[in-house]
């Protein structure tokens, strides 16, 4: 049997509903249940799974706070300009 490591419950949730699932769904396409989730008690395995999932680094589940993600830069046009052809 696997030993469990104590994560931070609060960045669990916080990566969970950074990724756009619910904690239901993420509990079931990682094969965790939803109490060892809320109470942040995995093992190592079910916490491979759960990055998987997630599509976040391991790594990431052991900050004491919800890690943020890099700010991507919006590359579309503003309104009112245009693309001019040919350079």
Excluded: C, W
């Excluded at 949730?13 to 809320?38: A, N, P, Q, W």
């Amino acid at each position: 049997m696997h030993k469990k490591i104590n994560l931070k419950s609060e960045v669990i949730k916080g990566l969970i509903e950074m990724s756009g699932f619910d904690k239901e769904e993420v509990s079931k396409k990682s094969r965790i249940s939803l109490k060892s989730l809320d109470e942040g008690k995995l093992t190592i395995p079910q916490l491979k799974r759960l990055a998987n999932v997630l599509k976040r680094p391991v790594v990431a589940f052991f900050s004491d706070e919800i890690p943020s993600l890099p700010e991507i830069p919006d590359y579309r046009l503003s309104t009112g300009k245009t693309i001019k052809e040919g350079g």
